[in-house]
DNA sequence: TCTCCACCGGAATGCTTGGATG
DNA sequence: CATCCAAGCATTCCGGTGGAGA
């Protein structure tokens, strides 16, 4: 049934991206100047989740790399790396330059040191999530830095500039932005069709069948590749040779769950008991959650780890902190 | 308003691990 | 297979902060 499981995974990048002419070609110009070896401009990319704004950024930096030779390029998701230094890490390691830094605590401004150090070919980094970036000012830094450009991706216009200082925003008042909305139903039937072209036999899934999944993704072309893979997956266990509207209903629910459950499986047993605790509470304070967690687990860990944990929740938005110093209480995360 | 102290989070350092390398 | 090392995980120490209560 599968003749290319690698196509139905969220992170391919096809070889060809249709329906997003507009944002191409704006983006393609902004970057444009790198292949006469001049700088070029950052740019944004800004949209919901699932509307190819980082297929789009990687496929052109792709083809870019094809008649740039010697074009450096690096992803950074900073939802993974939020922290100043570890972006700052992704980026040097993107040129080779992170020999002998490998700690935090490495002097403060090393690794940006190197970095304005570097003169050599272009370089493109790409920061996606870049509103999740604890240390806006990094970005203020980094675009001052010769020869590198940036893609940022972000899904809020608004939300992001809100989060810059005035100077920042000034700065960045000129860049070229594109704005992606969701994909029509049309848009995303092509799409599931060049996947099923790509990986799948023939008449595997019919033209009805991709018309009920694109329905069921509501614009979103991550959700309906999830919901086509997992189709496809309960299908193939079933002994199935065909995915059928029954089985596609039948993952729906699976499928978005997975997209919220991800986060959930990322945590180790101890923060798991931390959630569970701060759920069950709705409300409680510091002093208090650590004792209860101290009670319910074999070896706990310092209070300065609990922290860590705690902001990790948070950053995952599965907890919200409310307060500061003494007031300060922990909650579950309410969208 | 002043003081206290619970709590936050940065820095320095050690321990563990998994993956690259010879 | 043994070795090495980058990178994550954990602990200790500590200075800064702002809410609570005198």
């Known amino acids: 049934m599968i003749t290319d499981a690698r196509v139905l995974q969220p992170e391919f990048i096809p070889t060809e991206v249709k329906h997003r002419d507009a944002e191409l070609n704006t983006l393609s110009a902004a970057l444009n100047p790198i292949t006469h070896g001049d700088n070029a401009d950052s740019a944004f990319l800004f949209g919901p989740s699932g509307v190819g704004k980082t297929c789009l950024a990687k496929f052109l930096v792709e083809q870019l790399r094809e008649s740039v030779v010697d074009l450096n390029y690096q992803y950074v998701n900073c939802w993974e790396d939020y922290s100043r230094f570890k972006t700052l890490y992704r980026i040097l390691d993107g040129i080779n330059h992170t020999f002998d830094v490998h700690r935090q605590s490495t002097p403060?401004?090393?690794?940006?040191?190197?970095?304005?150090?570097?003169?050599?070919?272009?370089?493109?980094?790409?920061?996606?999530?870049?509103?999740?970036?604890?240390?806006?000012?990094?970005?203020?830094?980094?675009?001052?830095?010769?020869?590198?450009?940036?893609?940022?991706?972000?899904?809020?216009e608004q939300d992001l500039f809100a989060s810059l200082d005035n100077r920042l925003n000034s700065r960045f008042q000129v860049c070229t932005r594109a704005?992606?909305?969701?994909?029509?139903?049309?848009?995303?039937?092509?799409?599931?069709?060049?996947?099923?072209?790509?990986?799948?036999?023939?008449?595997?899934?019919?033209?009805?069948?991709?018309?009920?999944?694109?329905?069921?993704?509501?614009?979103?072309?991550?959700?309906?590749?999830?919901?086509l893979r997992k189709a496809v997956q309960t299908a193939n266990q079933a002994g199935y040779n065909e995915v059928s509207s029954e089985v596609i209903r039948g993952v729906v629910p699976e499928a978005k769950a997975e997209i919220e459950q991800r986060s959930l499986d990322k945590l180790t047993d101890h923060q798991r008991v931390l959630y569970d605790t701060i759920l069950d509470y709705g409300e409680i304070a510091p002093s208090t959650l650590f004792e209860i967690y101290s009670e319910a687990v074999e070896n706990p860990k310092t209070q300065r780890m609990v922290r860590n944990y705690l902001t990790k929740l948070e950053h995952y938005n599965l907890i919200i902190s409310k307060g500061s110093t003494k007031g300060r209480t922990y909650h579950p995360y309410s969208p």
């Open 179 to 227: 704005r992606f909305n969701p994909y029509g139903n049309d848009a995303l039937v092509a799409i599931l069709r060049d996947r099923v072209r790509w990986g799948l036999k023939s008449d595997v899934v019919s033209p009805d069948e991709l018309r009920l999944i694109a329905d069921m993704a509501a614009g979103d072309a991550r959700a309906a590749i999830g919901i």
């Open 108 to 156: 403060k401004d090393v690794l940006l040191e190197r970095l304005r150090e570097y003169d050599g070919s272009p370089y493109i980094v790409i920061l996606d999530e870049v509103d999740q970036l604890e240390d806006k000012q990094l970005l203020y830094e980094l675009y001052r830095i010769r020869g590198l450009t940036m893609i940022l991706i972000a899904n809020s």
